[in-house]
């Protein structure tokens, strides 16, 4: 055995992942009353946990604690809640018709889980986006590994605490570690793998879980456009936009990326946008000094402001030692500049005039396609076309992000932001396999169907088949 060989048997992962398949294998997991036990102690442990996580999130992130009730609690356990309420419902075997080549026949399809899979997280929401995932993996009946993201470790730590103290620890478990330790586990070959990350770490786990045909679910991110026209309701849009930009500094994979304004409303935009910023930033003054995760994602934000050749209308400053940076708004950068080209994940927005729908539906439909688009509008007919013209996972009119807290719709990427999708049933379904079944009489069993065919009984298989 080789010394990869025998580290991929014996590392902590391996012995994880063997106890979990252990207990899929017991067949307890597929029950439907542990799993609305699990989603039930899912909703108790964020309830009790709340403080810890808050005082997590303040350590890792910066994070006031009424935005980590908002942004890490609430909608997990929302996810919970209506998991439990509907799973009987999305259980229940659906029974489909037959062909006449399959009379006398009953079909069905039903859902079976998948097995022991794996949810890895990122550091921005790093509760809500390993719950919530777990409350679908769950839901389905598997056993689940978690990989919470290694740049938020105090909440790594508390969901481990936590997950041990109110979950069946022989069915969840969670591996705090780095990317070697998502890499090992993705090495034992599991039966799904869920990962929320950025679009060059999910292509190294899409990587990793290929050898082994482990199916994977990539919720991955971009730069998502927000479309001001004409006849927008400019005091709405600007305060919608200032207060989901200012939530956890920007570092939302739905946040705001750039603005497109329209030309004839630019200048009524963009004061009422300043307003906006100041009037909801935590200290009234603009978003100065915003927390950001770590010295290396401050200083990667400075460096997205270099040469952005536009005006700079809020902020622009940046302290990387102290991990902070200004709330920034940059009118009119050039196009091929560094924050119009990548993934801004922090408070810096671009707001980019356009001389038409046309200018702004071209800008949109040149790039990757984003994770989510948003326009704000007041004509349905020009919400219709941004919708049918825009590939994107998700499109909102009049808001920002809001889609992520409807569970009844499917949450995810499409091309470059991601494959596969979650929440509510859509979880359910990601997180199962459906298994087809067909069950047939014994008879009749006529033999003219078998070979050898003749002229006549030819005609008759192509008229049943
Ligand atoms: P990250 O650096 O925390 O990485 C995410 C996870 O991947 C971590 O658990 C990390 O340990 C693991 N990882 C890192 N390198 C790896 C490797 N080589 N092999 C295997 N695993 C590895 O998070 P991030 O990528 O900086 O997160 C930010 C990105 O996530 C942004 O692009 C954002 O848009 C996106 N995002 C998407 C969603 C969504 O729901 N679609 C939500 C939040 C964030």
Known sequence: MTAVQEKAVNSTAAQEVRRLRATFATGRTRSVQWRLDQLKAIETMLTDGEPAIAAALASDLGRPANDTFLG???????????????????????????????????????????????????????????IGPLVAAIAAGNCAVLKPSEHAPATAAVLADLVTRYLDTDAITVLEGGAEVTQDILAQGLDHAFFTGGPEVGKAVMAAAAPHLTPVTLELGGKCPVFVAADADLDVAARRIAWTKLLNSGQTCIAPDYLLVDASVREAFLPKLADAFRDLSPNRDGGRQLPIVSSRHAQRLADLLDNHGGEVLLGGGAEPDQRKVDLTVVVDPNLDAKVMQEEIFGPILPVVTVESVDAALAHITSGPKPLAAYIFSGSKALQRRFRKTVSAGAVVANHVAMHVLVPELPFGGVGNSGMGAYHGKWGFETFSHRKAHLNRAVRPDPRLLYPPYNAITQRILRFVF
């Open 72 to 130: 890490d609690i609430a909608p997990p356990l929302a996810e919970a809640k209506f998991a439990r309420k509907h799973l009987r419902q999305w259980m229940k075997p659906q029974r489909v018709g037959v062909p006449l080549s399959q009379f006398p026949g009953r079909a069905w399809y039903d859902y079976e889980p998948l097995g022991v899979v794996l949810v890895i997280g990122p550091w921005n929401y790093p509760v809500y986006l390993t």
